[in-house]
């Protein structure tokens, strides 16, 4: 079946540090793959999200590429800032329409 | 546009009672979907719908929990008798019919069972 695995935090930075969120996955065929956030308070937003091998997903600062040769999809941010502390969850669906499977997230908490 | 809407935000709720969750998906988002995340853990999937059909329910945990969806709108899940161990947070998600990766989620409903 299909899972994903990512980091367990919690990751604490300081505000401008470099930021890695490490994900695999395990899947059959040619999954598209998320990151999603969970703000305080809030529901899970998307992220960034890439379709095919090759691809990267970006938005907010925040990058990840798809890598077939690894399975794997981390997410990256050059410069973190306070607000960027969240919950993320990397995630995957085999297809269109399709139900997601989620890694058990990761909390990030940025300090000044 | 509305977003995804959940119904209660939170809910305390004693063993045994029964609790209803509603879900208000986007408009003209034929697919909705349930997930549960439970104590920290992964986000599980419980269930899918395509308008008023269930396409996929093999995230379900057990028969007592109940999910419909009216007319293909909005959606409800029951969960009857409610033990301990159903506490998590119900997030509910809905995405377009054809030719969509992305699902948008409501907020979700705190359930906790004491």
């Known amino acids: 079946g299909n899972s994903v695995t990512q980091m367990e935090g919690p990751v604490t930075l300081s505000e401008e540090a470099f930021l890695t969120i490490n994900c695999t996955y395990t899947?059959?065929?040619?999954?598209?793959l998320f990151w999603y956030v969970q703000y305080p308070g809030e529901g899970l937003q998307l992220l960034l999200k890439?379709?095919?091998?090759?691809d990267k997903g970006s938005n907010k600062g925040f990058e990840a590429t798809y890598r077939k040769e690894t399975t794997s999809f981390h997410l990256e941010k050059g410069s973190v800032q306070v607000s960027d502390s969240a919950v993320y969850f990397c995630?995957?669906?085999?297809?269109?329409?399709?139900?997601?499977?989620f890694g058990t997230g990761t909390r990030l908490q940025v300090t000044l | 546009e509305a977003g995804v809407t959940q119904f209660p935000s939170h809910s305390v709720i004693e063993k045994g009672q029964t609790v209803t969750l509603r879900c208000d998906p986007i408009?003209?988002?034929?697919?909705l979907y349930w997930y549960r995340r439970v104590m920290g853990k992964e986000i599980k999937f419980l269930l899918h719908?395509?308008?008023?059909?269930?396409?996929?329910e093999s995230g379900m945990p057990n028969n007592r929990f109940l999910a419909e969806r009216t007319g293909g709108t909005y959606s409800t899940l029951k969960v009857q008798p409610a033990e301990l161990e159903d506490s998590g947070v119900y997030f509910c998600?809905?995405?377009?019919?054809?030719?969509?990766?992305?699902?948008?989620f409501g907020q979700g409903t705190r359930l906790t069972v004491v």
């Open positions: 899947a059959t065929g040619y999954p598209s």
């Open positions: 719908f395509v308008k008023e059909s269930k396409q996929d």
């Open positions: 890439a379709t095919k091998a090759d």
């Open positions: 998600a809905s995405s377009q019919a054809l030719g969509s990766t992305e699902a948008f």
């Open positions: 995630a995957l669906t085999p297809g269109t329409a399709s139900k997601l499977t």
């Open positions: 408009s003209g988002h034929d697919n």
